[in-house]
């Protein structure tokens, strides 16, 4: 493809608008120095030096979704402490009128960094299902009618529901909206019949109580069959880490390796994956051409310490040289 497809098609992603339903949350950082170990454990004592919160999960998609030049629109349920949440929205320049309030603890995740690499995490979530999904799913079946893809971003957090996947999915079909999937264990086979499913090779096996590596093709595309006829995917878009991306439609199977990068923190990567694939499956690309920018894009977002938001004009220079 020539540069100046590639160019055509990135300004193009101005037109979408995206509909992010699922768990958001908000990572906070730590940021200090190693300087001695305690004398009470042999852990390392971390001199704070920088606390930082960003927005993360499902909210970290629609950052994503801003950042290649789209409108999204996150629909979620946060806890009654929501102050942090909606400040870091507003700050983001993010709209809240999908976002409801239940009596529960927003979800955030501290890490602990030092030395260029995690120290600790410290999650404190409440992760039961929400309480006020009939009001969750009204609020988000109004804001569908005129967006032109769906993502569900499930973390198991509680917001993605039986009734909240299987209403929102017939209701996204009813209106012919492109509907993407990154999902967990929880409620992996409540998915069907979306256009992309995008698991990773964790989770495939997780759900298919198998161990299947990497670099079994032939066990893994049979699996990958099997997993996308059950779900009734178009789809099925498979994450393999430092190993690349697999990807199969109805007629074809792709395999790509990762590019070469410099990896220093996966955080966050799979939300770039998710991000980019509803973009170019939006612009209609090739399952080739979407899995090839979906592991650019997941890649490049290692190169940074913490979760961040992938940049567009890097990405487009990376894939004019690279795909």
């Known amino acids: 493809m020539s540069l100046k497809n590639w160019k055509s098609i990135f300004d193009g992603f101005e037109k979408f608008k995206v509909l992010i339903v699922g768990d958001a949350m908000i990572d906070a950082y730590m940021w200090g120095n190693i300087n001695r170990q305690s004398p009470e454990a042999p852990i390392p004592i971390v001199d704070i030096t920088k606390h930082e919160k ?42 809240t009128q999908g976002i409801l ?57 509680g917001v993605l529901t039986g009734k909240v996947i299987n209403t929102l999915i017939t209701e996204s079909k009813r209106l012919d909206k492109l509907t993407l999937v990154d999902p967990k264990k929880d409620n992996y086979w409540s998915y069907k019949n979306v256009d992309l499913f995008k698991p990773n090779l964790n989770e495939l096996n997780q759900i298919s109580d198998n ?10 595309t049979q699996e990958v069959s099997a997993q996308q006829q059950k779900l009734n995917a178009k789809y099925f878009m498979l994450t393999l880490s430092q190993f690349g991306i697999h990807i199969q439609d109805e007629n074809n199977t792709h395999r790509f390796p990762a590019f070469e990068r410099d990896v220093i923190d996966v955080s966050g990567a799979g939300d770039c994956v998710i991000a980019t694939a509803s973009l170019a499956l939006a612009s209609r690309l090739s399952s080739e051409n979407i899995a090839q920018l979906s592991n650019l894009a997941g890649g490049l977002s290692c190169e940074k310490v913490g979760v961040n938001p992938i940049e567009k004009e890097n990405l487009l220079k990376e894939t004019n040289r690279l795909i």
């Open 101 to 157: 309030t239940d009596n529960r603890k927003t979800t955030i995740k501290t890490r602990v960094i030092s030395e260029g690499k995690h120290q600790l995490r410290i999650d404190e979530e409440d992760v039961f299902p929400i309480k006020n999904e009939d009001d969750f799913i009204k609020n988000t079946m109004a804001l569908m009618v005129d967006i032109d893809v769906v993502i569900f971003q499930d973390y198991n957090k």
């Open 211 to 220: 161990n299947i590596e990497a670099t079994q093709i032939e066990e893994l």
């Open 54 to 95: 960003r927005l993360g999960g499902a909210a970290n998609v629609a950052i994503n979704i801003k950042a290649l030049g789209a409108e999204p629109i996150l629909c979620s349920v946060i806890g009654n402490d929501k102050d942090a949440f909606f400040q870091l929205m507003k700050e983001e320049g993010l709209s």
